[in-house]
């Protein structure tokens, strides 16, 4: 019995670290594989917070701005005022248009048109230090309605600092988010 149990220990010490290996990157994002790969997480809006919305009248990224980020992350943030790391952020945007209702003239709502998602991933280790998409605490992702390949959408970011952190540079001091938009993240009342 002796040489199998030398045959099997190895066997199981390997599994054990794999499996190990496997569940730290689980518990960190399922939303970023093993190379730092971030994808758009399916059905994010019935599965996560809806953290807050903007509005933009004017220019490129006119129309609504909705945030989401998970309930473990949300929080957490109560809790401690950061997000945990592997926390994603996802921003939806979507165009708008307006009417006359009976609350008023020129009432924007969002309509279906899609325009585009950034997805944000909290990293404060540096796990993907070579990757040109992570830096500064975060993985960074742009993600287009055209930009599907077969059943997921393609990253069109190639660098965070030149596609991403511009927009980010007044969020700097609150780890690059815009908090002052997300009341979901105050301790609910």
């Not at 992350?73 to 109560?78: A, K, T």
């Not at 390949?149 to 030149?162: G, H, M, V």
Request: charged share 25%; net charge neutral.
């Amino acid at each position: 019995m002796v040489p199998i149990l030398k045959l099997l220990v190895p066997g199981v010490l390997l599994l054990s670290a794999f499996g190990t290996h496997a569940m730290a990157k689980e518990s960190f994002s399922a939303n970023v594989d093993d190379k730092g790969n971030i994808s758009l997480p399916n059905d994010f809006r019935n599965e996560m917070v809806h953290l807050g919305s903007w509005f933009v009248p004017e220019g490129d990224a006119s129309g609504f701005h909705d945030v989401y980020s998970e309930k473990t992350s949300v929080e957490h943030y109560r809790k401690t005022g950061n997000f945990p790391d592997g926390a994603t952020i996802i921003k939806e945007l979507r165009a708008s248009h307006a009417s006359t209702y009976t609350t008023g003239k020129n009432v924007s709502y969002a309509s279906d048109g899609l325009k585009q998602w950034f997805v944000m991933v909290k990293d404060s280790k540096g796990r993907f230090a070579n990757n040109p998409l992570w830096g500064d605490g975060w993985g960074w992702g742009l993600y287009k309605p055209d930009s599907k390949e077969e059943d997921k959408f393609k990253n069109l970011a190639t660098n965070y600092k030149s596609d991403c952190l511009g927009c980010h540079i007044p969020a700097k001091k609150n780890d690059w988010i815009y908090t002052e938009a997300y009341p979901s993240l105050n301790t609910a009342k």
